[in-house]
């Protein structure tokens, strides 16, 4: 690492293409002065120029704060020559106008950089620190951070992007929020609002930083650049002169050899994303689009015409109750191996051993011939296996309750159903597994459905 003049902003290389600018100054939420400002310059135009940094992340010391802005006891420094401290800028002459036209606390009004900028906010971003997080193109926080504009309480000004910044990345309504009101909102909020791309676990922000970091310096560099100054400068503007700001560097690309030596291997599939086995680039796309293959012409289930249609439901109900990405393609496949000539193996090869694992919990085992050994066999299966089975198993259930209770509402009867046997299995599965660490919302639903359909059928 290399430091400014204090030691108090460190600048280095974590990886390939990735700078890592830490403000530290932990004692003092590193707070900026005049040496962390001069510093800075440095180090972000350090960034701007080097042709081979191709991310840039920024991250402060200790887990109190990202940076709680400018650092006040060397604005005070700056109309008391008594406080024997160096103040942010010289006072006394206020018509040389001192402040640098780039930024109060460093260059935070640059707007020329067109390289990745990824924010790790590793605890609170108030005022200054939050105009310096809003500079960043992403910001990654820890569950623990904070943001606020709490200048507002010193009656400070926002000086450094803020007022700008702000409404353009969460829209005018929730900046004036911010703004007015100067209070503070953790990082749950932020991140609803659009303030924040990703909430990671409390001290794991600036490892999920330098990750990201290192999979878009991974990435061919011109076109994420041209892409990223078109965004930037066209954003703001009518359409049209959008568009043009687009042409003029989309055209800035075709006379270098990127665009064509990229083009040729995705033809010749020559990149990870391509080569046979390669993960889905979306999940759940691929798993609804296996699926769909499976059980193209299979008569549906409860009276539909198609059976993809009940694995389609199964997933959006196991996604309403919270599953991942994984859990909801394994929703969509979780019939393909016992309803379908799909192999286990297929399973892996298309999506991977725990994929597999999933599939095959959520299936009755084919080799047993007896109907309720089958079941009893199954119902275990789903007891000892992880939340993800469970999940997609209950979603299943109450996926098959309501069908049936809409054939119900329709007119069907019942016993035509076989309503009666089934409520009954039903109601065996939620007991076989009651002692599982069921979804409690999820349960709550199935029962109550499962006291609507008893009640339509007594």
Not at 126 to 138: K, R, T, V
Not at 193 to 200: D, F, K, P
Not at 425 to 433: H, K, S, T, V
Request: charged content about 25%; some cysteine.
């Amino acid at each position: 690492m290399a430091g400014s003049d204090t030691e108090t902003v460190l600048y280095g290389e974590p990886g390939p293409g990735i700078r890592l600018i830490t403000l530290n100054r932990p004692n003092a939420r590193n707070a900026i002065g005049p040496a962390e400002s001069r510093a800075l310059f440095d180090f972000l135009a350090r960034f701007r120029d080097d042709d081979e940094a191709n991310v840039l992340v920024i991250t402060g010391s200790g887990t109190e704060a990202f940076c709680a802005g400018a650092d006040l006891k060397s604005v005070v420094a700056m109309f008391d020559p008594a406080s024997g401290r160096e103040p942010l800028f010289d006072a006394s002459d206020l018509s040389a106008k001192p402040i640098p036209a780039e930024g109060n606390i460093g260059p935070t009004r640059w707007t020329g950089i067109t390289k990745p900028v990824i924010a790790a906010v590793n605890g609170a971003a108030y005022a200054g620190g939050l105009e310096w997080a809003c500079l960043a193109h992403l910001r990654i926080a820890d569950q623990h951070a904070s943001f606020g504009v709490t200048c507002r309480r010193w009656n400070v000004g926002l000086g450094d992007g803020g007022t700008q910044r702000l409404p353009r990345m969460i829209g005018m309504s929730r900046a004036l929020d911010l703004i007015i009101t100067g209070r503070v909102i953790g990082a749950t909020e932020a991140e609803r609002i659009g303030l924040v791309n990703e909430v990671t676990e409390s001290g794991r922000s600036l490892d999920r930083a330098l990750g990201l970091a290192a999979s878009i310096s991974a990435l061919p560099q011109p076109a994420l650049r041209t892409d990223l100054e078109a965004a930037l400068r066209g954003f703001g503007r009518p359409l049209e002169e959008g568009l043009s700001i687009e042409a003029g560097l989309f055209n800035s690309l075709l006379d270098q050899p990127g665009i064509r030596t990229g083009s040729a291997a995705f033809v010749n599939r020559d990149h990870p994303d391509r080569v046979a086995g390669a993960p889905p680039l979306h999940l759940p796309g691929a798993a609804y689009s296996f699926a769909e293959k499976a059980h193209r012409g299979q008569s549906g289930k409860h009276g539909s015409d198609e059976f993809i249609e009940h694995p389609a439901k199964v997933a959006r109900i196991t996604v309403r109750f919270g599953g991942d990405e994984v859990a909801a393609a394994a929703a969509y496949l979780h019939d393909t191996v016992e309803k379908s000539d799909v192999t286990a193996e297929e399973i892996e090869t298309a999506f991977g051993p725990e994929m597999r694992e999933l599939v095959v919990a959520l299936g009755q085992d084919p080799g047993l011939k007896d109907s309720s050994e089958r079941r009893a066999d199954h119902r275990h299966r789903v007891s000892i296996s992880g939340e993800r089975v469970r999940l997609v198993y209950l979603s299943d259930r109450l996926a098959g309750i309501e069908a049936m209770l809409d054939r119900i509402g329709e007119g069907d009867d019942p016993a035509a159903l076989d309503a009666e046997r089934r409520l009954g299995l039903w109601r065996g599965d939620m007991e076989a597994i009651s002692g599982s660490n069921l979804p409690p919302a999820l349960a709550c639903a199935i029962d109550d459905r499962l006291d609507e359909l008893e009640r339509l059928i007594n």
